[in-house]
């Protein structure tokens, strides 16, 4: 019998232990889309205890401990940090055969060094007290964290309104080695079925930041490429879309112009009307980022807030959000079509929440790769509720089978937890095993060169060719 979490953790044939010990495990991160704090790596202050580094802001946590009957109070409301940690230390065996045990416990063992100890109620003492004398030094501060995880880039996800102030910060401290760069993550700037003072106190803030009157849709797009350009400056070369579905409707710039009029008078506009403007903001924003040569990713599906009773009581973003079905592979193929046909179409990422479409992503970057750039439409990486064992492989399998994923640009964080760098060990453990499979099954050559080179490439080198920012 296997020991749990071994050196050869998920990793079944002697082949796919060579593929990651010799070829994964030693390579860097590129971390190219994640939620971490800029403040917090600016300032660089250390955490008390596990529950503010680990628990805070983790939605997985979150809804596992009210599956276990934890009250929310417990969860995000005003009990005491051990109180919290002890009830997420009650909820953890009852995790078994949940991707949060494999995680869990990797976490405490990378970079905590915890290797020998399940967290339960009976341990939860000795650990927390560990790890939160770990957190006082400055191996574990957030800067440490990432050099000790071997993080090369962080691309964070910022609103184009940031002041940027802690990237200039940074940008500017020469004795940190980790390269962190912003991400353009205009969301808001398309949230127009809030209602119309919400919307336009973001737009009021735009204004503010960029020094441009808006009044216009045409002055609303100038300070928005005043805020791109801003953003170049400081090393962006990525943005970042939530949408629900991709937006694709026909209109002209002449209703997009009446129904900005509309909405800067507080006017309520009609669900055509939304679908319109959010539709010509998708297509100005992706132009923009085609004229810089930046990346551009779209993470689609996800039905968002469904609690309206939680919502009330503790906020939105609070895990209650779950996969969508929405259709999305007619508006998909429109809106891309739109971008090719004038040549306005940038690298491009799509991550699918629904695993119903996987197949549809891997077909649809096909229609749309053009020779100029390799691999230059990506299915992007497994993500949230995918980004555990079966959805990893469901991703490998319909890419690999479909495309090529030897130009995958490998995995991603998506996390506001420093701790999460341990989902990239785990990416690759299963990567390994994957290809080691086939080889020892003769489905693949057994040449531990062609093959580690690609399994180096997935991990690591792909991302520095694809987004060309500089390590």
């Not at 090393?235 to 879309?241: E, F, Q």
């Not at 050559?445 to 690591?460: A, E, R, S, T």
Request: aromatic residues 12%; contains cysteine; glycine residues 6%.
């Amino acid at each position: 019998m296997k020991p749990f979490l071994s050196d050869d953790f998920l990793l079944h044939t002697d082949t796919a232990k060579d593929l990651y010990h010799s070829f994964a495990k030693p390579m860097p991160i590129f971390d190219y889309h994640c939620h971490l704090p800029i403040k917090e790596i600016a300032k660089n202050i250390n955490f008390e205890n596990p529950t503010q580094i680990w628990l805070k802001g983790d939605h997985y946590k979150w809804r596992a401990m009210r599956a276990n009957g934890i009250d929310e109070r417990l969860i995000t409301g005003n009990s005491s940090d051990y109180e919290k940690f002890e009830a997420w230390a009650a909820t953890v065996p009852k995790t078994l055969c949940n991707p949060l045990y494999h995680w869990t416990h990797m976490e405490l063992k990378d970079p905590f060094g915890i290797k020998d100890q399940l967290l339960n109620p009976e341990t939860a003492r000795e650990i927390y007290d560990t790890c939160s004398q770990k957190l006082q030094t400055a191996d574990f501060s957030p800067r440490g964290i990432l050099e000790k995880m071997n993080v090369k880039v962080v691309c964070t996800t910022d609103d184009p309104i940031d002041s940027l102030e802690h990237h200039q910060k940074l940008r500017d401290d020469e004795g940190f080695s980790v390269k962190v760069l912003p991400a353009f993550r205009p969301d808001k700037a398309m949230a127009v079925e809030l209602k119309p003072d919400v919307y336009n106190k973001w737009v009021d803030s735009l204004e503010a930041v960029s020094d441009i009157e808006i009044n216009t849709y045409s002055s609303f797009f100038d300070a928005i490429r005043q805020r791109h350009d801003v953003f170049h400056e400081m090393g962006c070369r990525i943005s970042d879309h939530g949408v629900e579905r991709f937006y694709a409707e026909d209109f002209t710039q002449q209703e997009i112009a009446r129904i900005f009029e509309k909405i800067r008078s507080n006017n309520t506009l009609e669900n055509d009307e939304i679908l319109k403007f959010k539709s010509a903001v998708l297509i100005d924003l992706a132009v923009l980022n085609a004229e810089k040569g930046w990346t551009q990713q779209f993470h689609f599906g996800a039905l968002r807030n469904t609690n309206s009773r939680m919502n009330a009581l503790i906020g939105v973003d609070t895990g209650f959000d779950s996969i969508g079905d929405f259709e999305n592979a007619a508006s998909l193929a429109k809106y891309l079509d739109r971008l090719d046909v004038n040549g306005n179409l940038a690298k491009t990422i799509l991550y699918n929440l629904n695993p119903g479409d996987n197949e549809m992503v891997a077909s649809m970057i096909g229609n749309f790769q053009d020779g100029s750039v390799p691999g230059k439409m990506q299915f992007g990486a497994g993500w949230w509720f995918n980004d555990q064992k079966d959805g990893i492989l469901r991703h490998f399998k319909s890419l690999a089978n479909l495309g090529l994923i030897s130009r995958f640009v490998g995995m991603l964080t998506d996390s506001r937890s420093f701790l999460s760098y341990s989902r990239h060990d785990y990416f690759r453990r299963i990567l390994c095993n994957y290809l080691g499979t086939d080889i020892e099954n003769g489905e693949l050559p057994h040449d531990i060169k062609l093959v580690g080179g690609m399994v180096q490439d997935i991990c690591y080198d792909n991302a520095v060719d694809y987004f060309g920012i500089e390590v």
